[in-house]
């Protein structure tokens, strides 16, 4: 079992900066890659990035290239999502989750937080 629990959301003007973090906790994570994945409100839940917990291995939704970073501390256990030149496609619930395997797909992944809201005004 893998408990992660997500912060950072909040509202911010379009063009301005958030960073996420998400604390992990319970299994080794080596065996992991850790995700962010974003649901807007009637759209279906979006791969934004993945780091794989031991390598280091980065993947990244098309639209986040260049915008996003995604990084991992692993003395804290701790993932973060630094999001810059923040656009208002970009507001939705996000939500870290860690699986087993290098993968975009959410089904890959086994276990979720909560989520944090990112809202950006136009």
């Known amino acids: 079992q893998v408990r992660v629990v997500e912060s950072g959301g909040g509202l911010v003007q379009a063009g301005g900066s958030l960073r996420l973090s998400c604390v992990a906790s319970?299994?080794?994570?080596?065996?992991?890659?850790m995700g962010w994945f974003r649901q807007a409100p009637g759209k279906e839940r979006e791969f934004v990035a993945a780091?794989?917990?031991?390598?280091?291995?980065?993947d990244y939704q098309d639209s986040v290239k260049g915008r996003f970073t995604i990084s991992r501390d692993y003395a804290k256990s701790t993932m973060y999502l630094q999001m810059n030149n923040l656009k208002p496609e970009d507001t939705a619930v996000y939500y870290c989750?860690?699986?087993?395997?290098?993968?975009?797909?959410?089904?890959?992944?086994?276990?979720w937080g909560q989520g944090t809201q990112v809202t950006v005004s136009s």
């Open positions: 989750a860690a699986g087993v395997g290098f993968s975009p797909r959410a089904s890959d992944f086994e276990f």
């Open positions: 319970g299994r080794t994570l080596s065996r992991y890659t």
């Open positions: 780091v794989d917990w031991r390598a280091g291995f980065t």
